[in-house]
């Protein structure tokens, strides 16, 4: 009889042992995804690794610094005079912040719907980004400690930036907006229109969920969170509208927005405490002003109406 | 091709410098991450399987998954899966030149790819962009510096001076 050829030869390794870890491995990804049992660990395992996206971001960081440092004197000036100049923008748009803002406070009040909302923001430090290319994930350096909470919205400079998804001691896990998995409930500027803008996984695009054609949405219109998840405070800008297509094999409208927040850039970021959230971490809120007094980061009181 | 001996120790000391290469950023292509630990779940089972046992890899996903803060047991099922798939073909494998050599692991890390992948789309209903298969086209090409470690390692053994290997 002819000897067989076998394409995988039997090695020392048993085929049943393969199917026992890959069962294994599966009981694990379902306890992990679509259960809380590995919370806890998860958490933990936050805390354990942010000590090595440190040592990983040297490379980037000493990146930053060969920039920072061969600077020439001239781009330093030009540099100091963008930055005077952006400074009497936004000094000239707070000035009219607060006038407004008053102006709503009395209207809300003649209205007899004054609710006033307090808002604190603590500085987070970005710590690394996960190597998972498929998620946009990101780890600060905040963490229980600080009073983090689940699900607490996360902003930058330029507008809304994620929430907060594992809470470890001191570190924590961020989930952006762009990431597939995330969606966040908006409101049009100009119309009030309300639509669901959701993760594409690109970090340059949204998507607004069932748009009906008859939606006062066209391109250029800014959004805004429209707080009715509870989540996101209301009024953070979100992005701008850069498409709206008609879809021919869907009801739907296809709209584009650009996010505003500075998903790849910003290294700096706001986490947001609302009344709220403070009320049922009564016994924890005083800590919040005073560990960011304590460690130099400063925690400013917001007033916003929601 | 120079026969490659590997000490059960050295994956010991390869696996932290991995681990940290797999998290750390190119800057400026953050969306390109270089698994080196399939490569050396790969190197290992191809060259000492006694040294890379099935719960060995799995352990190393495990610590993967961890480190990426993925679903726990993603990177484990693809490992285990590359440790089987490459010791079962690792004479096959080993006789091969180096081009050969680097199709057969390309095609080993697109195996993990797909387990990964199907688990996220099974988990989460999201389908894989281009750029992953980027990250594993470049991984494999880091084939040939770890062969080249290898042997480096290699020709340093007493045993391999002495002409044993």
């Given at each position: 009889?002819?000897?067989?050829?076998?394409?995988?030869?039997r090695?020392?390794?048993?085929?049943?042992?393969?199917?026992?870890?890959?069962?294994?491995?599966?009981?694990?990804?379902?306890?992990?995804?679509?259960?809380n049992?590995?919370?806890?660990?998860?958490?933990?395992?936050?805390?354990?690794?942010?000590?090595?996206?440190?040592i990983?971001?040297?490379?980037?960081?000493?990146?930053?610094?060969?920039?920072?440092?061969?600077?020439?004197?001239?781009?330093?000036?030009?540099?100091?005079?963008?930055?005077?100049?952006?400074?009497?923008?936004?000094?000239?748009?707070?000035?009219?912040?607060?006038?407004?803002?008053?102006?709503?406070?009395?209207?809300?009040?003649?209205?007899g719907?004054?609710?006033?909302?307090?808002e604190r923001v603590?500085?987070?430090?970005?710590?690394?980004?996960?190597?998972?290319?498929?998620?946009?994930?990101?780890?600060?350096?905040?963490?229980?400690?600080?009073?983090?909470?689940?699900?607490?919205?996360?902003?930058?400079?330029?507008?809304?930036?994620?929430?907060?998804?594992?809470?470890?001691?001191?570190?924590?896990?961020?989930?952006?907006?762009?990431d597939?998995?995330?969606?966040?409930?908006?409101?049009?500027?100009r119309?009030?229109?309300?639509?669901?803008?959701?993760?594409?996984?690109d970090?340059?695009?949204?998507?607004?969920?069932?748009?009906?054609?008859?939606?006062?949405?066209?391109?250029?219109?800014?959004?805004?969170?429209?707080?009715?998840?509870?989540?996101?405070?209301?009024?953070?800008?979100?992005?701008?509208?850069?498409?709206?297509?008609?879809?021919?094999?869907?009801?739907?409208?296809?709209?584009?927005?650009?996010?505003?927040?500075?998903?790849?850039?910003?290294?700096?970021?706001?986490?947001?405490?609302?009344?709220?959230?403070?009320?049922?971490?009564?016994?924890?809120?005083?800590?919040?002003?005073?560990?960011?007094?304590?460690?130099?980061?400063?925690?400013?009181?917001?007033?916003?109406?929601? | 091709m120079?026969?490659?001996?590997?000490?059960l120790?050295?994956?010991?000391?390869?696996?932290?410098?991995?681990?940290?290469?797999?998290?750390?950023?190119?800057?400026?292509?953050?969306?390109?991450?270089?698994?080196?630990?399939?490569?050396?779940?790969?190197?290992?089972?191809?060259?000492?399987?006694?040294?890379?046992?099935?719960?060995?890899?799995?352990?190393i996903?495990?610590?993967?998954?961890?480190?990426?803060?993925?679903?726990?047991?993603?990177?484990?099922?693809?490992?285990?899966?590359?440790?089987?798939?490459?010791?079962?073909?690792?004479?096959?494998?080993?006789?091969?030149?180096?081009?050969?050599?680097?199709?057969?692991?390309?095609?080993?890390?697109?195996?993990?790819?797909?387990?990964?992948?199907?688990?996220?789309?099974?988990?989460?209903?999201?389908?894989?962009?281009?750029?992953s298969?980027?990250?594993?086209?470049?991984?494999?090409l880091?084939?040939?510096?770890?062969?080249?470690?290898?042997?480096?390692?290699?020709?340093?053994?007493?045993?391999?001076?002495?002409?044993?290997?």
């Amino acid at each position: 009889m002819a000897s067989q050829k076998h394409i995988f030869r039997r090695g020392p390794v048993s085929f049943s042992g393969l199917i026992l870890f890959i069962l294994i491995g599966l009981v694990l990804i379902f306890l992990s995804t679509f259960t809380n049992v590995l919370q806890p660990a998860k958490a933990v395992f936050v805390d354990l690794v942010s000590p090595i996206y440190h040592i990983t971001d040297v490379a980037s960081n000493l990146s930053d610094w060969g920039e920072e440092t061969l600077m020439t004197r001239e781009e330093l000036l030009a540099e100091r005079e963008r930055l005077e100049d952006e400074n009497l923008i936004l000094q000239r748009h707070s000035l009219q912040l607060a006038s407004l803002r008053a102006e709503n406070v009395r209207m809300r009040q003649l209205l007899g719907a004054s609710e006033l909302v307090e808002e604190r923001v603590l500085i987070a430090e970005l710590v690394g980004t996960p190597p998972d290319t498929e998620t946009h994930r990101l780890i600060i350096d905040r963490g229980r400690l600080d009073n983090v909470q689940e699900g607490q919205p996360v902003i930058d400079a330029g507008g809304v930036f994620g929430q907060v998804r594992i809470v470890g001691e001191e570190n924590s896990e961020i989930i952006l907006i762009s990431d597939r998995e995330h969606a966040i409930p908006v409101e049009v500027l100009r119309s009030s229109a309300r639509a669901i803008a959701a993760g594409t996984g690109d970090y340059n695009e949204l998507r607004l969920r069932n748009v009906a054609p008859t939606m006062d949405i066209q391109v250029g219109d800014e959004l805004v969170s429209s707080g009715l998840a509870e989540k996101f405070p209301r009024g953070y800008p979100l992005g701008t509208v850069v498409s709206v297509e008609e879809d021919s094999s869907s009801p739907f409208l296809q709209v584009i927005v650009e996010p505003s927040a500075g998903l790849q850039t910003s290294n700096q970021l706001l986490l947001v405490f609302s009344e709220r959230q403070q009320i049922n971490s009564s016994a924890r809120s005083p800590e919040i002003a005073s560990d960011a007094e304590e460690s130099g980061n400063s925690a400013e009181s917001i007033s916003a109406e929601e | 091709m120079q026969e490659i001996q590997l000490r059960l120790s050295d994956w010991i000391g390869l696996l932290p410098i991995c681990l940290l290469f797999y998290i750390t950023q190119i800057p400026g292509f953050g969306y390109i991450r270089i698994d080196m630990l399939a490569l050396l779940v790969a190197l290992f089972s191809i060259y000492r399987p006694q040294g890379m046992s099935l719960a060995l890899a799995f352990a190393i996903g495990l610590a993967q998954d961890v480190v990426s803060l993925a679903p726990i047991g993603q990177h484990a099922i693809g490992l285990v899966a590359l440790a089987y798939v490459a010791q079962s073909v690792r004479d096959r494998i080993r006789m091969q030149a180096l081009p050969n050599q680097l199709l057969a692991i390309f095609i080993g890390l697109m195996l993990v790819k797909f387990i990964h992948s199907w688990v996220v789309a099974l988990g989460f209903g999201q389908i894989p962009t281009l750029n992953s298969l980027l990250s594993v086209l470049v991984t494999s090409l880091f084939w040939v510096p770890v062969m080249f470690i290898a042997m480096r390692m290699t020709r340093k053994r007493p045993s391999a001076r002495a002409g044993l290997s």
